[in-house]
């Protein structure tokens, strides 16, 4: 049997390393029109910036090494250029031996995607740049290193990110641009809004809701000129806007596709029989609200390679490729940023009735030295708490909690299932009640009624229609307070119900702390004294981080006053 993969990296390079393993008399073709099969793809922001030094250590495998460790018959700088689904062959434009077809028995399709290009003005300018292949890495490496000082980046999401953290690491003033509301766009508003000013903190200009315009070219620098008739000069500009599937010359060949994406089954196939597909290119279901999306992601890409290998040569016991929840992480700056599962995005355009909870936990025991927040969104299904996704931004312990978190997602848990995980707890590693634990507990208040919440973006409403009841300290207080609210300390709540019931004069009592736990105990001791009450979710820190740059405005600032 003739296995013919068309592009290496992680999809088609976990496919035939599998195929080798199940059999040792198939021959594995891997076709690769670039010059490496095997790279480190996550790992060119990292080289760009200098933490990666050498760029052999980008290079996982080398056609040789493939050769030697699996027999495997890896041809690089091999283009397929059309595919013929009756004769079973592709057309190959190779560097080394030219136009050719090769025939298969088996054809796998792993062509990735490349870098979408707007129609802006511009950008065939030589300054312009991507940052998808190790080519790509070297070339900006080199620019950085010969001089260039001013860097903008068209695009804030994973990559885009992270390719600015690394030209700034390389002393470059980098500006991003990026036309939705606040950078990383999946990423929650109240967590977005931390990651803006951590890349403050590291002198990184990031503009939000506007687009790029045109690129100027001259001798010395280009410049960028968005929207609004902003003018930013630049020696690199690096494009990062997304991507698109690289399927063209499969569709021309009766591959069904969806969007320019490649249609597969549970297993992999295509709309043609011995034809399978897996990676960027593919389109995915996303588990949790069934939308149909490419999912560039390195891991789900891997492992789907695995189960087509294992469909083509034992379909007998091969597994169906699981659903991605869509799980991901990113170093910003001193933080970190990871989600899984879906947000309240993708949950309104689904129609899925979901809460939100937020808490902000310490990482680990808050005696021992360096405790810090992990700032985590959670959303759950109304009905019965399942869990539906969750977000987390901090310094550390964000990747354990999401890890597990998904793991929860992918097991159909409930969000009172987290209760009773049973996590690794040491202090300088955790919590007696782990902030994953703390997310079960909460859930379940909310779904027993027990604790009833609610919202930054409900502040308007509550500030016309409720007694806005803050439970911090004085000093707290005098920080920052949301206007005409009332200052009753949690501790002395309950001797001043009287206060609280004058105050209100039939309205509803809006509770809310610093983090939501204190305001969770008033909210209870307050509804069972008879009022219509709710807890601010995630207190004052999820208000200021929602409201941003609108801060100042909204909220007041008192004089401070000694706590009784």
């Known amino acids: 049997m003739r296995i013919v993969i068309v592009g290496g990296v992680a999809g088609g390079m976990s496919c035939a390393a599998r195929a080798r393993r199940l059999d040792e008399s198939a021959e594995i073709v891997v076709l690769e029109r670039g010059t490496h099969v095997s790279f480190a793809n996550c790992g060119l922001p990292y080289f760009v910036g200098?933490?990666?030094?050498?760029?052999?250590?980008?290079?996982?495998q080398t056609p040789a090494s493939l050769r030697a460790a699996l027999a495997l018959d890896v041809r690089t700088r091999s283009e397929v250029?059309?595919?013929?689904?009756?004769?079973?062959?592709?057309?190959?434009?190779?560097?080394?031996?030219?136009?050719?077809?090769?025939?298969?028995?088996?054809?796998?399709?792993?062509?990735?995607?490349s870098a979408l290009r707007?129609?802006?003005?511009?950008l065939d300018s030589p300054r312009v740049r991507t940052l998808r292949t190790v080519e790509d890495a070297v070339a900006l490496r080199d620019e950085v290193l010969g001089g260039a000082r001013r860097a903008v980046?068209?695009?804030?999401?994973?990559?885009?990110?992270?390719?600015?953290?690394?030209?700034?690491?390389?002393?470059?003033?980098v500006s991003v641009v990026e036309l939705a509301p606040h950078p990383l766009p999946?990423?929650?508003?109240?967590?977005?809004?931390?990651?803006?000013?951590?890349?403050?903190?590291h002198g990184i200009e990031v503009r939000t809701g506007i687009a790029a315009a045109s690129v100027e070219h001259a001798a010395d620098a280009d410049t960028v000129v968005l929207a609004d008739g902003t003018r930013l000069a630049a020696d690199i500009v690096l494009l990062s806007v997304g991507v698109r599937p690289d399927t063209a010359p499969f569709e021309a060949a009766g591959i069904a596709c969806e969007r320019g994406a490649i249609i597969v089954d549970a297993h992999g196939r295509t709309s043609v029989p011995g034809v399978w597909a897996a990676g960027d290119a593919t389109v995915?279901?996303?588990?949790?609200?069934?939308?149909?999306?490419?999912?560039?992601?390195?891991?789900?890409?891997?492992?789907?390679?695995?189960?087509?290998?294992?469909?083509?040569?034992?379909?007998?016991?091969?597994?169906a490729v699981p659903h991605p929840v869509g799980t991901a992480i990113v170093r910003v700056g001193e933080l970190t940023a990871a989600l899984t599962g879906a947000n309240r995005v993708a949950l309104d355009a689904a129609g899925i009735d979901y809460r939100t909870l937020h808490l902000h936990p310490n990482q680990h025991a808050g005696y021992f030295p360096g405790a810090a927040q992990v700032h985590l969104v959670v959303q759950i299904r109304t009905a019965d708490g399942l869990l539906l996704g969750a977000q987390a931004v901090g310094t550390e312990g964000v990747d354990k909690r999401i890890d597990v978190l998904a793991t929860a997602i992918r097991a159909g848990l409930r969000v009172d299932d987290l209760i009773d995980l049973d996590l690794a707890y040491s202090p300088p590693y955790g919590q007696a009640k782990d902030p994953v634990n703390?997310?079960?507990?909460?859930?379940?208040?909310?779904?027993?009624?027990?604790?009833?919440?609610?919202?930054?973006?409900?502040?308007?409403?509550?500030?016309?229609?409720?007694?806005?009841?803050?439970?911090?300290?004085?000093?707290?207080?005098?920080?920052?307070?949301?206007?005409?609210?009332?200052?009753?300390?949690?501790?002395?709540?309950?001797?001043?119900?009287?206060?609280?019931?004058?105050?209100?004069?039939?309205?509803?009592?809006?509770?809310?702390?610093?983090?939501?736990v204190r305001s969770a105990i008033a909210h209870r001791v307050v509804a069972q004294a008879g009022f219509d009450s709710a807890s601010l979710s995630g207190g004052m820190l999820t208000l200021r981080a929602w409201l941003g740059e609108r801060q100042a405005e909204v909220l007041e600032r008192h004089e401070v006053l000694a706590d009784a």
């Open 118 to 122: 707007p129609p802006l003005p511009g």
């Open 81 to 113: 250029t059309a595919l013929d689904t009756t004769a079973k062959t592709v057309s190959v434009q190779s560097a080394d031996d030219g136009a050719h077809e090769l025939s298969y028995d088996a054809l796998v399709l792993s062509p990735g995607a």
């Open 153 to 173: 980046v068209l695009g804030a999401g994973f990559i885009g990110i992270e390719a600015a953290e690394a030209l700034a690491r390389r002393g470059l003033a």
């Open 50 to 60: 200098g933490e990666i030094t050498e760029e052999r250590s980008l290079l996982v």
């Open 284 to 319: 995915s279901v996303d588990a949790v609200t069934s939308v149909r999306r490419p999912v560039a992601l390195a891991g789900p890409a891997n492992r789907a390679g695995r189960l087509i290998a294992d469909d083509i040569l034992r379909p007998d016991d091969a597994r």
């Open 186 to 201: 999946p990423l929650e508003t109240e967590l977005a809004w931390l990651i803006t000013q951590e890349l403050g903190e």
């Open 438 to 516: 703390l997310t079960g507990m909460v859930g379940e208040n909310v779904l027993t009624g027990t604790l009833r919440l609610w919202y930054p973006e409900e502040l308007e409403s509550a500030r016309e229609n409720a007694l806005i009841l803050d439970v911090r300290t004085r000093a707290e207080y005098a920080t920052g307070a949301v206007p005409g609210s009332l200052n009753i300390p949690h501790t002395e709540l309950r001797e001043r119900l009287d206060e609280v019931r004058e105050a209100a004069a039939g309205r509803p009592v809006r509770v809310m702390c610093q983090s939501g």
